[in-house]
T-cell receptor
Framework: KAGVTQTPRYLIKTRGQQVTLSCSPI?????VSWYQQTPGQGLQFLFE???????NKGNFPGRFSGRQFSNSRSEMNVSTLELGDSALYLC????????????FGPGTRLTVL | DQQVKQNSPSLSVQEGRISILNCDYT??????FLWYKKYPAEGPTFLIS???IKDKNEDGRFTVFLNKSAKHLSLHIVPSQPGDSAVYFC????????????WGAGTKLIIKP
């Protein structure tokens, strides 16, 4: 079974630009969660999607948004990028609930200059 | 407000000895706890979990202990091996919060030869 894939793996943008990250979950997994990881901050929860609906949302500004498609693939978008958005963005999928075993992708490393 | 705290950013243990990683939480509604391990340049991988109806769960060299009255859980690794060197995250969820995972900041475990 193929694992969680994320594209692109690395991204360099400048302040003010926007970015879209993509995540393909494991086949059959319907829950997709997004996290931001920065040094010393652990994993900060962004949002979770299930059956194309946002089920949970973390404490991030509205510049961060996401969506899920009917095949469970998910995208997250960050508009008006700020320097502080530089981080590793991780996507995780699970069968139905986020506290089921989550399988993580390798992440997208975003650098904002 | 950090609901899940891992107060030790790093821990160094001799190979063959016991590694004990600690995690404290503040939300008494948390009823499910998980540990994940993360190697550099990879996404976290699930290690072991425990429900609040139990106080101990074992899986090979890994044992998780839960002390609900103290709102404390710990992960024991016996014996510690070089491949255990990684960052360990604890996470917690509550049934009434749509099972959203709240993560600690992680503890970097270094196994010395």
């Amino acid at each position: 079974k193929a694992g969680v894939t994320q594209t692109p793996r690395y991204l360099i943008k400048t302040r003010g630009q926007q970015v879209t990250l993509s995540c393909s979950p494991i086949s059959g997994h319907r829950s997709v969660s997004w996290y931001q990881q920065t040094p010393g901050q652990g994993l900060q929860f962004l949002f979770e999607y299930f059956s194309e609906t946002q089920r949970n949302k973390g404490n991030f500004p509205g510049r961060f948004s996401g969506r899920q498609f009917s095949n469970s693939r998910s995208e997250m978008n960050v508009s008006t990028l700020e320097l502080g958005d530089s981080a590793l963005y991780l996507c995780a999928s699970s069968l139905e609930y986020p506290n089921n075993e989550q399988f993580f992708g390798p992440g997208t490393r975003l650098t904002v200059l | 407000d950090q609901q899940v705290k891992q107060n030790s950013p790093s821990l160094s243990v001799q190979e063959g000895r016991i590694s004990i990683l600690n995690c404290d939480y503040t939300n008494s509604m948390f009823d499910y706890f998980l540990w994940y391990k993360k190697y550099p340049a990879e996404g976290p991988t699930f290690l072991i979990s425990i429900s609040s109806i139990k106080d101990k769960n074992e899986d090979g060299r890994f044992t998780v202990f839960l002390n609900k009255s103290a709102k404390h859980l710990s992960l024991h690794i016996v014996p510690s091996q070089p491949g255990d060197s990684a960052v360990y995250f604890c996470a917690a969820s509550a049934t009434d919060s749509n099972y959203q995972l709240i993560w600690g900041a992680g503890t970097k475990l270094i196994i010395k030869p």
